[in-house]
């Protein structure tokens, strides 16, 4: 079994490296059979996208995501990890960004063909999502070899619609629930297509959930007349 294989080759490395681990994931052969038993996309509206344990090596754990049309995680890092690698089954829209000038600027936003392996190194921000129409999966490796726990703990949420850097040990959700924060931070400006794409997102979410009081909230964080606009519609 390809997933059996891929979990070998992780565990017998005698140096986790990014390089290393990048290799035995792009030349992987796992695929949908190997890990249909983790692909569900029968989650609830409040998650952004399906996130599911597969191996708990330790100090390096491999995940299955999945992504039904639209879904976008919010923009985040990964915490305490050294680094990861993501290997995405379906063309997905992929944003990486930077704080310069204390601003929070978008580099890029690119669709990744289906097939291809992404690395994630401790300064990478980003998003991803699936901006086609059919499902979609994405299976995720994570390292901290000090790791005492959770591998991405702590990680940072750039959250717009709230204002505010939340600090989380669980997937990077839109619009999540006091009890999954851990903290908050100050959160830096954006740019402006920066900040109305992750607010637009975030409405997109609210209304997913049903929640119409703070997807007014939201599109009124845009633009004031997108709330007249719904309320005519």
């Not at 796992?30 to 100090?59: C, Q, T």
Request: hydrophobic letters at 35%; charged letters at 25%; proline letters at 4%.
């Amino acid at each position: 079994m390809a997933l059996d294989g891929l979990i070998d080759s992780l565990e017998g490395l005698s140096v986790f490296t990014l390089e290393g681990v990048y290799e035995a994931v792009s030349k992987s052969t796992v695929g949908f059979k190997d890990l249909e038993n983790w692909i569900d996309y029968n989650y609830p509206a409040s998650d952004s996208y399906g996130r599911k344990m597969v191996h708990d090596g330790g100090f390096f754990e491999v995940m299955v995501m999945c992504w039904k049309p639209g879904d976008y995680s919010a923009i985040h890092d990964h915490g305490e990890a050294e680094f990861g690698v993501v290997k995405v089954f379906g063309d997905t829209e992929h944003a990486t960004f930077k704080i310069v000038n204390r601003e929070l600027i978008t580099l890029g936003r690119t669709i990744v063909e289906a097939g291809t392996t992404l690395e994630v190194t401790p300064a990478l921000i980003h998003q991803m999502g699936n901006p086609g129409d059919s499902n979609s999966f994405s299976l995720h490796i994570y390292v901290n070899q000090a790791a005492g726990g959770n591998i991405t703990s702590g990680a940072k949420i750039y959250d717009y619609s709230r204002n505010a850097i939340l600090r989380v040990d669980g997937g990077a959700f839109y619009l999540l629930p006091e009890s999954e924060i851990k903290s908050r931070e100050p959160l830096p400006e954006a740019d402006y297509p920066t900040r109305r794409r992750d607010l637009s997102k975030a409405a997109m979410r609210a209304k997913a959930m049903g929640n119409e009081s703070e997807y007014k909230q939201i599109l009124s964080k845009i633009s004031p007349s997108l709330v007249k606009q719904t309320l005519i519609q």
